[in-house]
């Protein structure tokens, strides 16, 4: 792999500087599963909403969803990270094959990267008002982000794993 420091020369024709078009059919699709809790939140495994959150053209789109309870929720447990910095929208890698997601590339407030489905977050930041995230400060690829509308907890997002893709970047 090239080792260039230029996400714009790293990645190529990849590389976008904008999020893609945010779309409810990208952020659940007709055959994936719906979780929901005892406390009404929604999750398809890489995001969690409170249903307060939920924007209308998603809710249309769940009515046509086997919704399956679930006991446990992530929700006030020990994945709202207490040590969180915001994160910093950078770039989007646009997979070169169709049938794959692109990826969203954030910086926390240590410089550490933290990359997500950028569909989600395209999805989740036009819809949520004053849509932001925040992630753990030591470990923000592994455990899941906070989605926040203002200065409101209201979901979770989980990041992509992406190994060592980003060593070496100036960004």
Not at 137 to 163: A, C, F, H, N, R
Request: aromatic letters at 12%; charged letters at 20%.
């Amino acid at each position: 792999m090239e080792t260039n420091s230029d996400p714009k020369i790293r990645f190529g024709e990849c590389y976008s500087e904008n999020l893609v078009e945010p779309s409810v059919v990208k952020v659940l699709q007709k055959d994936q599963q719906v979780y929901y809790s005892t406390k009404g939140n929604l999750t398809n495994g890489h995001w969690l909403l409170n249903p307060e959150f939920i924007p209308n053209n998603l809710k249309k789109r769940l009515e046509k969803h086997k919704l399956i309870k679930y006991d446990s929720c992530p929700q006030e447990t020990n994945l709202w990270s207490t040590q969180t910095s915001n994160l910093k929208y950078l770039f989007t890698i646009l997979p070169p094959m169709s049938g794959k997601a692109p990826c969203a590339i954030f910086r926390n407030s240590t410089g550490k990267i933290v990359t997500f489905n950028a569909e989600y977050v395209s999805y989740f930041s036009h819809w949520i008002k004053n849509f932001r995230l925040q992630a753990d400060i030591k470990e923000p690829q592994m455990l899941p982000t906070v989605i926040y509308s203002g200065d409101q907890k209201i979901g979770l997002l989980m990041p992509y794993l992406m190994g060592n893709l980003f060593d070496g970047l100036c960004i």
